[in-house]
């Protein structure tokens, strides 16, 4: 199995820049399609990017596009997702995902972080 940990989550002001990170244990990631997914305050849980194991393929959500950019590092088992130009929208618990699938126009992961806060004030 694999276990995910995320950092880098914090407060910051509308039009910061920050910085997520998401370390992997267990089994390699590296050809795992990885992603981050958010789940804002009375929100269900939405896609946000994905990438895939060879890193030639990226996704994601309209609202995020252009801001943030999803990246990885096979070699230091390491997933990251860079956020620019925040709003307070992307306020949520933001969590790694590995071994992600799509089907039905949804989504799945079999494994899962445990977040961490993203706080974007206006």
């Known amino acids: 199995q694999v276990q995910l940990v995320e950092s880098g989550g914090g407060l910051v002001q509308a039009g910061d820049a920050l910085r997520l990170s998401c370390s992997a244990s267990g089994r390699t990631l590296s050809r795992y399609k990885v992603g981050w997914f958010r789940q804002a305050p009375g929100k269900e849980r939405e896609f946000v990017a994905i990438?895939?194991?060879?890193?030639?393929?990226?996704s994601y959500a309209d609202s995020v596009q252009g801001r943030f950019t999803i990246s990885r590092d096979n070699a230091n088992n390491t997933v990251t997702l860079h956020m620019n130009s925040l709003k307070p929208d992307d306020t949520a618990v933001y969590y790694c995902?590995?071994?992600?699938?799509?089907?039905?126009?949804?989504?799945?992961?079999?494994?899962w972080g445990q977040g961490t806060q993203v706080t974007v004030s206006s």
């Open positions: 990438i895939s194991w060879s890193e030639s393929s990226t």
């Open positions: 995902a590995a071994d992600i699938s799509y089907s039905g126009n949804l989504y799945t992961a079999e494994y």
